[in-house]
């Protein structure tokens, strides 16, 4: 047993010895409400980081959490932590400088942050040779650690649960629920799973990809001639994706960003709006070429999982949170962005995950959302409209062709659009870009109320 497991193990006995008579007890963490955190082993060596916020409503009122829907949080990367940058970056009740967050979702709803894959975040592995490969161990441990917390937080079992997400975390979370919604209903797993959201996710990368050359055309990010050299790329990466040439597909993908990120003077890939110091064009080829030129895998991870914040990030949750928590083994050093973990999964990036979202549509109940944000380019809205329009199910004829879309209203103002029915909706997100709850707060809200049952609006589709 490493010394991880038995600082892990002595955590969880002092949260049980502190527990009352129902082995539960809600706690003080780091900042305001209650919350609960610890470890559940997945596997042998594999320890998965949780940290629960109780929902805290914004009147104050007295309300019974189990009442209310638990909402999971799942990051993308791979490797980006959920109880860091989802939490204090975008969602969670304090930001980045501890302030309060008027846009919190813990006014409304009960918040799960869990750091996935094992090694990102306060997760960790005794092994590099443990971390996870591929997707479908990525939604193993994730069932492995709902089992695990419903025996924990039994008022959670009966409770509506839906799993929210964002870029690479949408094609964990669609596996992730194929398989707990299989184990629930073999009775394998206490849960109530009503629905997913899927936002701005890596779900069909070729769709992506092969959609950038001409949203960048249309905003005016390139020329004609960007357009061709982008389409060049596209193609080859299709070629190599077509033909399950994984490896160098992704390596392919790599060096098209790099010529997007030539041709347009850096854009951003999360937002195309967001402003670009002069001088910082064309860095991304840059690091591809030349004497300490990295291999695209190093600058893909450097472009799409760390952040600005990382080092900040990192600072807090080592000296603050980590402390406040109590229950993080001494040697567990916080990961913002985890480069092994990413790397790991490398050959996984390019395949696809549209089956299983079918699967989920012809297969189960459970409810099926897309939000997709405007102004993201490397999960744009174009390609994740065009995987979402062939998805092979009972109703898609009845969704593409005469499923009605409306705006979606918010204190009188149009923050986007909807299409809704009883099984698949998709949200067009305005003046957002890839993290939709940070740039378009007012919409994410709205949605996860929809979503959740808080706000009974929906469209006026009858699918039946």
């Known amino acids: 047993m490493s010394a991880y497991t038995v600082a892990a193990a002595c955590a969880v006995l002092a949260v049980l010895l502190a527990a009352g008579p129902d082995g539960v007890q809600a706690r003080k963490g780091f900042g305001d409400g209650d919350q609960e955190f610890g470890y559940v082993d997945v596997r042998d060596g594999a320890h998965m980081f949780y940290w629960l916020y109780y929902i805290q409503p914004e009147d104050k009122s007295a309300v019974k959490p189990a009442?209310?829907?638990?909402?999971?949080w799942l990051q993308g990367g791979p490797g980006a932590s959920s109880t860091s940058y989802?939490?204090?970056?975008?969602?969670?009740?304090l930001d980045a400088n501890l302030k309060r967050r008027n846009s919190t979702w813990v006014k409304h709803v009960n918040v799960l942050f869990i750091d996935?894959?094992?090694?990102?975040?306060?997760?960790?592995?005794?092994?590099?040779?443990?971390?996870?490969?591929?997707?479908k161990q990525i939604?193993?441990?994730?069932?492995?650690?709902?089992?695990?917390?419903?025996?924990?937080?039994?008022?959670?079992?009966?409770?509506?649960?839906?799993?929210?997400?964002?870029?690479?975390?949408?094609?964990?979370?669609?596996?992730?629920?194929?398989?707990?919604?299989?184990?629930?209903k073999a009775g394998n797993v206490l849960s109530n799973l009503k629905g997913v959201a899927l936002g701005d996710s890596w779900i069909s990368p070729i769709d992506s990809v092969m959609t950038w050359a001409p949203y960048l055309?249309?905003?005016?990010?390139?020329?004609?001639?960007?357009?061709?050299l982008i389409m060049k790329g596209a193609l080859q990466t299709k070629d190599f994706v077509e033909n399950g040439l994984w490896d160098e597909a992704t390596d392919e993908w790599g060096n098209l960003e790099g010529d997007i990120d030539s041709l347009t003077f850096g854009v951003d890939f999360y937002n195309i709006l967001s402003k670009i110091q002069a001088g910082e064009e064309g860095s991304y080829r840059g690091r591809l070429r030349g004497p300490t030129a990295r291999k695209p895998m190093e600058v893909l991870y450097h472009n799409h999982v760390v952040s600005a914040s990382d080092d900040d990030l990192n600072k807090l949750m080592d000296e603050k949170v980590k402390p406040a928590l109590g229950v993080i083994p001494d040697a567990v050093r916080h990961q913002t962005s985890s480069s092994a973990v990413f790397n790991a999964l490398g050959t996984d990036f390019m395949k696809p995950v549209t089956s299983i979202v079918e699967q989920l549509l012809n297969e189960t109940d459970v409810k099926v959302v897309v939000l997709s944000g405007q102004l993201d380019l490397i999960v744009d809205t174009p390609g994740t409209l065009a995987w979402v329009e062939r998805l092979h199910w009972k109703m898609g004829d009845f969704w593409v062709n005469q499923a009605t879309r409306e705006p979606l209203v918010v204190d009188n103002?149009?923050?986007?659009?909807?299409?809704?029915t009883s099984r698949l909706a998709f949200y067009w997100i305005s003046r957002a870009g890839h993290m939709v709850p940070a740039d378009n707060p007012a919409a994410s809200i709205e949605v996860l109320k929809r979503v959740t049952g808080l706000n009974k609006k929906t469209g006026n589709n009858v699918d039946a």
């Open 86 to 93: 989802g939490n204090f970056m975008e969602l969670g009740p």
């Open 217 to 228: 055309l249309h905003t005016g990010m390139v020329d004609t001639n960007g357009y061709n």
């Open 413 to 420: 103002i149009i923050e986007g659009f909807v299409k809704d």
């Open 67 to 72: 009442d209310k829907p638990l909402v999971i």
């Open 139 to 184: 939604a193993a441990d994730l069932v492995a650690f709902t089992k695990g917390f419903m025996k924990t937080y039994p008022q959670f079992q009966k409770t509506p649960l839906y799993i929210f997400c964002e870029s690479y975390g949408g094609k964990m979370t669609a596996e992730f629920a194929l398989r707990l919604y299989e184990e629930q």
């Open 116 to 135: 996935n894959p094992v090694g990102t975040g306060y997760s960790y592995v005794d092994h590099y040779s443990q971390l996870a490969t591929d997707n």
